[in-house]
């Protein structure tokens, strides 16, 4: 399958006042369509680097980003971007949160509000839509971000941690909600994470990235005996465990 996405040979090193910081080193991988990729590495090795070079925030020093065999511009309406904050506007209610990239796009097409209709009804916030954003749980809140970059129709989604902010329970649930979304609504997406547990139980493919300046040290293919794949249920599959082992022991060379 021709790939979403080719990074070739990538490298990046921010200059500052203080010297240089070398952040990634020759990363080169592919993306096909519908998959889900999950990023790990260390603390500070280059994750959010990696995602911003992606999105076309700033160029790559060396190296070339190719999406559809365009590079990324700044603001690229292909892609969308998640973070560990939600940046719902408390002072708009839940269905005028999930509008506004729409709005300041100036793409409130029927065909797009529609789409809207269709994902807060499917995802249970049609009766939240006149809450305010702290009526709601960390949950429902990112469910409802979710919801707010899914309407642009992104081709290629960006996760950056985001789940972090939320208590353990809290994040099973949420990442098992927000992985059965993406599945249904069969996003390609990039998950930035450094929980090991997560990356396997939602990812096709996990990239593991060593200590600063960042290199791919390993690409692990998940494969789990399920019938049907979710991220809880994969928890509970046979192979877990050692998948788990495996990055582990790969990660832990950097800790
Ligand atoms: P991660 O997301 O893996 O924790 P980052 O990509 O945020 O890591 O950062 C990688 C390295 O680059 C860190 O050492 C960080 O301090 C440095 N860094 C990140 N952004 C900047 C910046 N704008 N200017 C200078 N250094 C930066
Ligand atoms: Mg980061």
């Known amino acids: 399958m ?3 996405l080719e990074i070739r040979n990538v ?8 010297g240089e910081t070398k952040a990634l080193s020759n990363i080169s991988f592919d993306l096909i369509p519908g998959e889900f990729l999950a990023v790990v590495g260390p603390s500070g090795c280059g994750k959010s680097t990696l995602l911003n ?4 925030m700033f160029p790559a020093e060396e190296g070339t980003i190719l999406m559809n065999g365009i590079p990324p511009s700044p603001g690229d309406p292909r892609i ?8 719902l506007l408390e002072w708009r209610n839940i269905y005028r949160n999930v509008l506004l990239g729409l709005e300041i796009r100036r793409e409130k097409t029927p065909e797009k509000l529609a789409y809207i209709e269709e994902m807060l009804d499917t995802y249970g916030l049609d009766k939240f839509r006149t809450a305010r954003p702290s009526q709601l749980s960390g949950g429902m809140r990112q469910r409802a971000a979710l919801i707010r970059t899914l309407a ?8 950056d941690e985001p789940f972090s902010a939320l208590d353990y329970q809290t994040r099973l649930n949420v990442s098992d909600d927000i992985g059965r979304i993406l599945k249904k609504e069969r996003k390609t997406a990039i998950l930035v994470t450094h929980d090991i547990s997560e990356a396997i139980s939602m990812a096709d493919r996990v990239i593991i990235l060593s200590a600063r300046p960042a290199h ?3 690409i692990v293919p998940i494969r789990l005996s399920l019938d049907e794949r979710t991220p809880l249920a994969a928890r509970g599959a046979p192979e877990f465990k050692s998948y788990f082992n495996l ?3 790969e990660l832990n060379q950097y800790a």
Not at 80 to 87: A, E, I, R, S, T
């Open 2 to 4: 021709k790939p979403l």
């Open 11 to 18: 490298s990046l090193s921010y200059h500052t006042v203080s």
């Open 53 to 56: 070079l992606i999105c076309g």
């Open 80 to 87: 969308g971007y998640m973070l560990q904050k939600d940046h």
């Open 152 to 159: 642009l129709k992104p081709e290629l989604l960006l996760l």
């Open 216 to 218: 791919i040290a390993r």
């Open 247 to 249: 990055i582990w022991k």
